[in-house]
Every structure is written in structure tokens, then in C-alpha cells.
């Protein structure tokens, strides 16, 4: 099946943790599965912490592009479009909120599972399970707010 991802125009599809574009990246894929959203990864050995569990870092950064995709699926959803009709909806990150709850082993796929709790103007919120083999380790909730057209330009201050 397509990943949301898939659908980014080349021109978004560079980020770190979904861009497909980017070899250095994490290159997230996430579909939807009933009225959630599911992203699975699998950690290398040098997304280590303390030896034998994934490093948070990593865990945030997969919350992170797991609830910006989310957050534009879920709008292509609520307007009934295809993900790549126009106008494109693109999120960004306005706050990202992690809590752990365990360590999450690193010797194996980690799932996320995302539910969409807000659709309000241009803001979606999605809350995060993080499971490790079915094992709740971490939560997240992230405000994503579609990306202005002038995003990157306005200047500091
Ligand atoms: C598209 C493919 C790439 C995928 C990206 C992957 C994820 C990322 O790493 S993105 C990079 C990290 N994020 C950024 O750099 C974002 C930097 N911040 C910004 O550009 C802006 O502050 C931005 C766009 C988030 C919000 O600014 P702006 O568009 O002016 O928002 P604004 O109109 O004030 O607010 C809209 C709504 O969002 C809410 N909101 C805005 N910022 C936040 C925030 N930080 N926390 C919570 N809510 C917020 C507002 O309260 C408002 O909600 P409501 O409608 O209920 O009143």
C-alpha cells in the first residue's frame, strides 16, 4: 500500500525523518489502518542509548514525521481527496511532546500508532503510541500546523 509519504511532492521530500529523497534520513512510511495511523521502523544497532534500547532521539524524531504525515492524511480525509490532489497539504512541527514510559528494545520493529484528537483551521493533533513488541514504551503528542506559504522566510526576531 502507499505511504503518505509516498505522495510528498519532491520539493518536501527531503526531510530527515520522511523524506524518501533523503538517503541520510529515516525515510518513515506510515498508512492508515482503520481510523488510526501506523508507522513500523526498525532500529540499527547505532541508534543505541544504553546498550539494548533505542535512543529517544530517535523515538521523537519517529513521533515527529509520524504526526506531520498524520496530520495531512487526516486532512486530505476530512475534505474526502486523494493524498496527492491539489492544493497539497504539508504540516510542520509547531510542538512536539514525548513521554517515556519504558525503555523501548532495540532488537526489534517498533510501532507507532497514531490517533488524530483535533482538526481545528490550519492545527491537527495527534497523540502516539509507541509499542515494542506490544509493549507501550513511549507517548507523543504533537500540534502540527500546515505549513505557511512563506515558511523559512520570515526573518529571526
Ligand atoms: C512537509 C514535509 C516536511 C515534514 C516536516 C517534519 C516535521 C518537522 O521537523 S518540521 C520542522 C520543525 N518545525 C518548524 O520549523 C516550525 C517552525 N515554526 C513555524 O514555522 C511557525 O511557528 C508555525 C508554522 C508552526 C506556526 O506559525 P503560524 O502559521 O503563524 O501559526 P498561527 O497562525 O499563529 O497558529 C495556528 C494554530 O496553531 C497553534 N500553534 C502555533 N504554534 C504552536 C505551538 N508551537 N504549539 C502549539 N500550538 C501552536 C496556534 O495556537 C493556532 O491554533 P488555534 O487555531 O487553535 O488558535
Not at 5 to 19: F, K, L, M, R, T
Request: glycine share 10%; hydrophobic share 35%; net charge negative.
Amino acid at each position: 500500500m502507499d505511504a503518505f509519504q509516498d505522495h510528498y511532492p519532491e520539493n518536501v521530500a527531503h526531510c530527515y525523518g520522511c523524506g524518501r529523497l533523503n538517503d541520510h534520513g529515516h525515510q518513515i512510511k506510515t498508512v492508515w489502518e482503520g481510523d488510526e495511523t501506523v508507522t513500523r521502523f526498525t532500529p540499527e544497532p547505532y541508534h543505541t542509548s544504553v546498550p539494548g534500547f533505542v535512543y529517544g532521539g530517535l523515538i521523537a524524531s519517529l513521533i515527529d514525521c509520524h504526526s506531520t504525515g498524520s496530520a495531512a492524511a487526516a486532512m486530505y480525509r476530512a475534505e474526502g481527496r486523494d493524498l496527492d490532489s491539489l492544493p497539497p497539504f504539508r504540516f510542520v512541527t509547531g510542538s512536539l511532546h514525548v513521554d517515556f514510559l519504558k525503555p523501548t528494545p532495540i532488537d526489534g520493529p517498533i510501532e507507532l500508532r497514531g490517533r488524530i484528537t483535533e482538526v481545528k483551521g490550519r492545527k491537527v493533533v495527534v497523540e502516539t503510541a509507541v509499542l515494542a513488541a506490544g509493549v507501550l514504551t513511549a507517548r507523543g503528542n504533537v500540534v502540527a500546523i500546515q505549513m505557511p506559504e512563506d515558511f523559512g522566510t520570515a526573518k529571526p526576531g
